[in-house]
């Protein structure tokens, strides 16, 4: 593994590995047990869109294990006034040890990658957001037990999200459902790849996704760069909410889940979304441990 560029990249045993290695530094940071892997590094953060976890968590992350962490602006940075990502990438390679970047678009991450000497990890674009989906999986094997015979639902926009969660469902054995409206699918090649596996289902029926489902997983449905659609977005996709209902026809002990932030009221009820916030803050949380795992991964 040279990159977290996005999670089909990897193999099973990659992504099994990094979720190993993160239960073990959660385990030993519990304990007081010092894990300084990455003395004397640094990681270049860049963001050209907002973020809290993310943000947060890389940069206590790369403080605990013994490395520090830079946050660029991207509005401060030179790419913002038109450098090129190509001399980016060969410039920043030479200062540092890694870079996150949270960016729109896929191709300026995998520019970076391209052009630079040093790993480069997906904060988010529009098109994933991997980081999510590893401390996803790590919270769903925390609480599960394994991923063996489980069905994680996936209900809203097919965005970074959808996207990000059907390639880990997949890669570690989980059957996936999508329900979303029409005309906001997740990527088309993710869902040939998915349905060929026999493990993902799309379709625009949230009830028939949620049905036995051991894992319910929304998110906002207007992402970040799309606030103007917000109003026309609240239309489509109001039959799209995680609620009690949707709650009945999932099995009793289904765990729900959310990337954060939410919006009560929309995407899941206040009601549906305080009943689970032990498991989504523990998924808040695990943002931190799968991510030192995949720096000690990368940089060390
Ligand atoms: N879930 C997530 O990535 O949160 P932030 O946007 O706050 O980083
Ligand atoms: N789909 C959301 C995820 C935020 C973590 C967005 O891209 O804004």
Known sequence: MKHLLKLSDLSSEEILSVLNLADQLKYELKHGISH??????TLGMIFTKASTRTRVSFE?????LGGSALFLSGNDLQIGRGEPIQDTARVLSRYLDGIMIRTFKQSDVEGLAKYGSIPVINGLTDYCHPC????????????????????????????????????????????ISVASPSGFKPDEKLVKWGEESGLLTVTSDPFKAAENADVIYTDVWASMG?????EERKKAFKNYQVNDDIMS?????AMVLHCLPAHRGEEITEKV??????EIFDEAENRLHAQKAVLVKLLS
Not at 36 to 41: A, I, Q, S, V
Request: net charge positive; aromatic share 8%; glycine share 10%.
């Open 36 to 41: 300084k892997r990455l003395e004397g590094k």
């Open 60 to 64: 206590v992350g790369m403080y605990q």
């Open 132 to 175: 999510q989906v590893l401390a996803d999986l790590m919270t769903v094997r925390e609480y599960k037990g394994s991923f063996k015979n489980l069905k994680l639902c996936f209900i809203g926009d097919g965005n970074n999200m959808a996207n990000s969660l059907i390639a880990g469902c997949v890669k570690t054995g989980m059957k």
């Open 226 to 230: 799309q606030e103007s659609e917000a």
């Open 249 to 253: 026809v999932a099995k009793k002990d």
């Open 273 to 278: 979304f305080e009943k689970h916030a032990s």
